[in-house]
């Protein structure tokens, strides 16, 4: 595994590594991430392979609103809601497999952006293993397993954080998939929090 730090030049060499279909760990606004290019298959069945996980929905994360609608279709509630929301914990379910998140963390934030896609965005551990806010604790787990990743950036202690609030929104219906930090209630109008 390569270890960089998150300078303009670490960032660039694993924007390079997942445009070739690496798969690389980076800080999230929330933990330390696993991810690459969403779009790729080889890239979705590492992550399983790393993760020693068989679900194969994640969350991906993107540089902004314009970079998800570039890729998937979002309804006017699910648009008003990120852009009262984003950047910031909340992730949306856009699709069978994926959610979608703008994240307050730069580094992600640019890697999204420089990758010009969205990248996926599932905790650095094996599966049920401990959510990592250190690098160390993501190669702890990783260590010893014949799948790994290619490249980590390591950012140093992130703090810890709640998770992101994962909501799925059809028409006016709100599902609140998984609590986090975001309090949907707080933010929906009125008879419309169903």
């Keep these: ?17 997942i445009k070739k279909g ?5 800080p999230t606004d929330t933990a330390y991430a696993l991810g690459g290019i969403f779009n790729f298959k080889k890239v979705n069945a590492k992550i399983l392979k790393i993760k020693k996980r068989k679900d194969d929905k994640f969350t991906l994360i993107a ?45 992600a934030l640019k890697l999204a952006k420089l990758a010009g896609r969205p990248i996926i965005a599932t905790s650095a551990n094996l599966a049920g293993g401990k959510t990592p806010y250190r690098v160390s604790e993501a190669i702890k787990q990783f260590a010893n397993q014949k799948n790994q990743p290619d490249l980590i950036i ?11 609030t994962v909501v799925k929104i059809t028409k006016n219906k709100i599902e609140i998939l998984r609590a986090g930090e975001i309090k949907i209630k707080s933010l929906w109008p009125a008879g419309e929090n169903k």
């Design 1 to 17: 595994m390569i270890i960089v730090k998150p300078t303009q030049a670490g960032i660039l060499q694993a924007v390079r590594v």
């Design 22 to 26: 690496g798969v690389i760990v980076y």
């Design 63 to 107: 540089a902004d609103l314009s970079q998800v609608r570039k890729f998937f279709k979002l309804n006017q509630n699910q648009k008003k809601l990120a852009k009262e929301c984003w950047p910031g914990p909340l992730s949306l379910v856009i699709s069978r497999r994926f959610a979608v998140r703008v994240p307050k963390n730069l580094v």
């Design 154 to 164: 390591d950012a140093g202690q992130l703090a810890k954080r709640k998770v992101s």
